[in-house]
């Protein structure tokens, strides 16, 4: 299930024993390769003492690019990773790509230092429950949350759970059956219904909104989405041997909503949020689905995509509520990667 899959545990001394280990025996017997990761060379012992794990490799000798996922078990060891530069680093890097990243437990101090989850919802150690809080997660008392690329649980007992989580992220991803079931075209003719619809829905709330963050957020989204429609299009012309795709712009449920006075803006950031959400799903899905690089690589950069662009309405959404809520306008990729020899 997850031959080709490579995957990186970040680990310092104290690591929680269970919480490295199991996730670590799960993976390789579903087929991944897993780096145990150190911030230096030499073993380290786990926080109850019953025994210690050499890295294989150290923080400062790995890419990004080298790994399909992440994971941070919990114990002592994140107190000592997250005051890591090159550990910080990794992660933000990594979080910008939308690749799957795992925690338990006390993991997210690491995304709390490396400033990563303003608007994320996760859950971890209840002790440390207000720290991610006061960082600007969405807490959620639950045995694994997923939010996006991150999968989030709070203590051994909820392994099981988190497991069958993080391989299925890694595996197939989290988009619908009816999605993963569709072809390379008919994917890709949903794909493009689904960009035209959005960007139409994003400039009629542009045109219909009265704060000017607002407008300039919704007009931002909507010149990006005709930029996905556009490279969708391409692609499907290429695999098609030039063919127009049709269109079917109710494909996506946010085009079936009528923009109006009665939409109320935060109406709209909630549409435009599960909006997002699906779509990364669909591109995740799409990424593991593709059988060449140069197409795997394009799907990722969508994902990374939409995810970036889910976060940035959740800031809106606690600005709305309250919040400060900022804008950001990092994406993963200044150029889409090549589209050739695609499926």
Sequence with gaps: MLTDKKVAILIAAKFHEEETTNPRDVLIDKGAQVDL???EPGPVTGKYGKFSLVPDKTIDKIKVSDYDGIYIPGGGAPEQIRLNHNALEFV???WATGKPIGAICHGPQVFISAKVIEGVKLTCYPGIRDDVINAGAIYVDEPVCIDGQLITSRTPADLKLFNEAFVRALSTGFASKEDMELDALSALRVAISREKGAQEFYEGMAKNMTRDALINKF????????EHFEQLSDLYKKISGGGEPELDINAAEISRQKVSDKLTSEKAIDLAINA???AYDFYRSAALKSKNKNSRDMFEYLASEELEHKRLLLLDKA????????FQWATHFD?????????
């Design 219 to 226: 007009s931002y989204l909507a010149t990006i989405e005709v």
């Design 276 to 278: 997002e959400q699906k």
């Design 335 to 343: 150029i889409p990667p090549g589209m050739d020899d695609l499926w």
């Design 37 to 39: 990761v150190g911030l």
């Design 92 to 94: 933000k890097s990594f």
């Design 319 to 326: 600005a709305t509520l309250g919040g400060q809520g900022h």
